[in-house]
């Protein structure tokens, strides 16, 4: 089975403060992805990555920023936190083939880091 | 632009089917997925339909897409309440990459 984890399920944080969220996955998938999840908004993608040391920002950047050093490894940077980046943030990955053989692209997901920032 | 919208909210009683609708944007769009999402976690991909298909069953499942209305459902036949979730729906943008446009997400309430 597809394993992605997240370093932390709550995180309360101060405004101003750098907040780094970790993801990591065990498939050996080229793509990795953060989204942000909000109320009636459903999931926007904040930036992707489809190699190490490859990033490409997605709907929502504006205030974040991502690493990618090792290929299992995407990390999500909060340059200065606020208030309006409180929100669920759930991390995912894929490879290019499906679990079939075949190729379909579905990602598969972490369990969320649900994120205040006070 | 690209935009995926379902109803907010869906209740049934438990054996009763669920259908869960989704209309997209992207006529190109080669796969559209529905996924669950329970309380607290992540979200669980429970099946895609790739777009030169008009149906897809999976056990309880069924997935039926109208292509020339841009329409997606999800049929759950025997809703229980385990069943009681958010589904998302989904649909691939390919151009010089690729990602999902997901939808806001429809939260299905199993009455007993």
């Known amino acids: 089975d597809v394993k992605v984890t997240q370093s932390s399920r709550y995180l309360v944080k101060r405004t101003g403060e750098k907040v780094f969220l970790e993801c990591v996955q065990d498939?050996?998938?080229?793509?990795m992805f953060w989204y942000r999840q909000d109320p009636g908004l459903g999931l926007r993608l904040i930036y992707f990555s489809y190699d190490v040391k490859m990033k490409e920002k997605g709907d929502i950047p504006e205030g974040y920023s991502v690493s990618r050093e090792k290929k299992e490894r995407f990390s999500l940077i909060l340059e200065s936190a606020s208030t309006n980046q409180t929100s669920m943030y759930l991390c995912?990955?894929?490879?290019?083939?499906?679990?079939?053989?075949?190729?379909?692209?579905?990602?598969?997901f972490g369990p969320g880091t649900r994120l205040t920032v006070t | 632009g690209e935009d995926v919208e379902q109803s907010l909210f869906l209740s049934v009683r438990e054996g009763d089917s669920s259908v869960i609708n989704c209309t997209y944007t992207?006529?190109?769009?080669?796969?559209l997925y529905w996924y669950k999402q329970e309380p607290g976690a992540g979200l669980q991909l429970l099946t895609y339909?790739?777009?030169?298909?008009d149906m897809k069953q999976d056990q309880r499942l069924t997935v039926l897409l109208n292509k020339k209305d841009k329409h997606l459902s999800l049929r759950i036949a025997d809703t229980q309440t385990g069943d009681s979730a958010i589904y998302f729906c989904a649909e691939i943008i390919m151009d010089s990459s690729y990602k999902l446009i997901f939808g806001s997400g429809t939260r299905l309430l199993v009455r007993p």
């Open positions: 498939m050996d998938h080229e793509n």
């Open positions: 339909i790739f777009s030169n298909m």
């Open positions: 992207d006529s190109s769009s080669t796969y």
């Open positions: 995912a990955s894929s490879s290019l083939y499906g679990t079939s053989g075949g190729s379909s692209y579905e990602q598969y």
